[in-house]
């Protein structure tokens, strides 16, 4: 067998092809590389000298991958120019189910939209009718609104009122609860805002997913630093539906 | 089929131990190992201060395994002290592991560990990717061995483990030594090596301290032989471990002298239930072949 369950783990090259950037805190790469991976899966990449971190492809043929700065290796990433080369490996985890799911509603909060485009996409193709709601600080940190508005109907907050509705996400998914039945909600960001989301769907009795985020080593079952509870979120995860996060107490108490 | 095996007098109910530093940072990880199967637990090895290790890249993979160096990124000996203090949620046996730079501070560990509900201690002396540590502290020396099981015997009347390296060609010496200061068994072997694992596109060693401790199938053939001849030479158990995915591996180890069989990287290939996955095949071969028992197996290549 030319590729063992070892091998596979490789690095493979990954030339960076194109960079946008969005405000001063966002950027979106291009690689010349493709891969197969499923809407919610993730991949290790690798800045030699820097380190290595785990990304949600936004695109997988080219690969594509949104950035947002926070601590030395995004900064680092951001120095990265066309003709720069990183190593990918992966793709890891368990995707998000969307199979049956005839109505769904997305909520994404700030960079937590790279794990939640495509699968607007891949929902939107299977039939399905989709609600996304989208949340960020500033109008400037919204991107992939072109693609989401193709394949969903979008409903944009910003804290600062720059674009769309004044306030959280929370408020207008509350709104569109009010009125609307979801199949699953699906929703990736920063964790306080989940577990508000979690209990949203838990009031209304809807089935939910979430893609988590942890600081992951290995990213192939080993280590245990991805561990929430006794789940692996590399392995186990990153999605995990609202049923099995609500009965991890470590999930609650996180930040 | 009854796979009871037992290591220092303590009870297995089958033959196969978490190794440790895979799934062992705290007890929600092993208890994924123990949901897995397995007949024992080891903690991944602790320090006396929290490390929080190499940079990553931490793993490099190639085609017969896997290259580690995590650098000992462990939670320190005050956290870890808490964090095992009750270890009710587990139904089979959870070894500590810790490990230092001198005797002394080997010594501190183990008498702090004592005091826990770990049913043996061991230790690692053999890293070869951890400066200060292990092969780096010049841990493959005799005397340092010796001084290290003897100022930790007098601290425990808990069974001690020396966590060799099969890699080293005095490793013999080193396990008599050991079985003569006061070691109850010897777990043979930690990760060989070290190795590179070279980026061929970046033209950089993948992993962020370049080299790392070498585990997987390309290091059974040599642990095994490593077994097979401390077999010969100890009175002493032996806990056998390098690249043991499946139950002829594990049928394997016994046969070259093992009385336990440990698995690390294993779980990579399988998942954390390869120790039930290993069982079930051990339990197969067994029946197939007129084995009745795991005692049966131990040491029986060297007829
Ligand atoms: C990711 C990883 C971390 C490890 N950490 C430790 C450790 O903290 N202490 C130790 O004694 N051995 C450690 N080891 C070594 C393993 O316990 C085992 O001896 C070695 O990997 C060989 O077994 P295997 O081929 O089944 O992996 C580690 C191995 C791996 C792969």
Same mark, same amino acid.
């Given at each position: ?255 | ?123 690692? &002396? =053999? ?7 292990? *092969?780096? @502290? $010049?841990? +493959?020396? #005799?005397?340092?061995?010796?001084? %290290? ?94 690249? &043991? =995915? ?7 180890? *016994?046969? @070259? $002298?093992? +009385?336990? #069989?440990?698995?690390?990287?294993? %779980? ?36």
């Amino acid at each position: 067998m030319l590729t063992s369950r070892f091998e596979r783990n490789r690095f493979v090259g990954a030339k960076i092809i194109n960079v946008q950037s969005y405000g001063a805190d966002i950027k979106i790469f291009e690689f010349e590389c493709k891969l197969k991976a499923k809407p919610g899966q993730f991949i290790m990449l690798w800045l030699p000298g820097i380190g290595e971190r785990p990304f949600s492809p936004t695109k997988t043929n080219p690969l594509e991958l949104a950035v947002k700065k926070r601590g030395l290796f995004t900064k680092k990433m951001f120095e990265l120019k066309v003709g720069d080369c990183v190593g990918i490996r992966g793709p890891y985890g368990k995707g998000f189910k969307y199979e049956n799911v005839k109505h769904a509603c997305l909520v994404a909060g700030g960079i937590g939209i790279a794990a939640l485009v495509r699968l607007a996409e891949t929902l939107s193709n299977n039939g399905a009718m989709v609600d996304f709601v989208y949340g960020v600080r500033k109008r400037d940190q919204l991107v992939f609104l072109e693609r989401i508005e193709k394949v969903a109907e979008l409903f944009v907050s910003t804290e600062d009122g720059s674009f769309g509705k004044k306030g959280t996400c929370i408020e207008l998914l509350k709104r569109l609860l009010a009125s609307k039945r979801y199949d699953c909600i699906y929703c990736c960001g920063p964790e306080p805002m989940m577990v508000q989301v979690l209990a949203l769907c838990k009031h209304y009795n809807i089935k939910s997913q979430f893609s988590l985020e942890r600081r992951m080593k290995c990213a192939v079952g080993i280590c245990g630093h991805c561990a929430l509870g006794s789940k692996l979120v590399c392995k186990d995860g990153p999605v995990f539906s609202g049923k099995t996060l609500a009965s991890i107490r470590e999930f609650m108490v996180h930040e | 089929m009854d796979l009871q095996a037992s290591i220092c007098g303590i009870k297995l109910k089958n033959p196969l131990v978490l190794a440790s530093g895979v799934l062992g940072l705290n007890k929600n990880n092993l208890l994924i190992a123990q949901r897995g199967g397995a007949g024992a637990l080891t903690i991944k090895s602790i320090t006396l201060e929290k490390r929080s290790g190499h940079d990553t890249p931490n793993v490099a993979f190639f085609e017969a395994g896997v290259l580690n160096a995590f650098g000992y990124c462990n939670m320190g000996l005050s956290a870890a002290l808490e964090e095992f203090a009750d270890l009710s949620c587990f139904s089979v046996p959870i070894f500590g592991s810790c490990t230092a730079s001198n005797a002394r501070d080997f010594a501190k560990l183990v008498s702090a560990f004592d005091k826990l509900d770990f049913a043996a201690i061991e230790l690692p &002396v =053999s890293c070869p990717h951890t400066p200060s540590y292990g *092969l780096l @502290a $010049g841990q +493959s020396n #005799v005397e340092k061995v010796r001084a %290290i099981i003897k100022a930790c015997r007098k601290e425990t009347k808990k069974p001690i483990f020396l966590k060799i390296n099969a890699g080293l060609p005095n490793f013999v010496e080193i396990a008599l030594a050991a079985e003569k200061a006061g070691a109850d068994a010897i777990t043979c072997s930690n990760t060989l090596g070290p190795g590179m694992v070279i980026d061929i596109n970046t033209a950089k060693p993948v992993l962020s301290f370049k080299v790392g401790g070498v585990s997987g199938p390309a290091i059974r053939p040599m642990v095994v032989r490593a077994i097979y001849e401390l077999y010969e030479h100890l009175k002493i158990p032996i806990i056998g471990l390098g690249g &043991v =995915s499946q139950g002829e591996h594990v049928i394997e180890m *016994l046969m @070259a $002298g093992a +009385s336990a #069989v440990g698995i690390a990287t294993g %779980i990579l290939q399988r998942g954390p239930c390869v120790f039930r996955k290993c069982c079930e095949e051990l339990s197969r071969w067994m029946k197939e072949h007129g084995y009745g028992s795991i005692e049966e197996l131990i040491g029986f290549a060297h007829q």
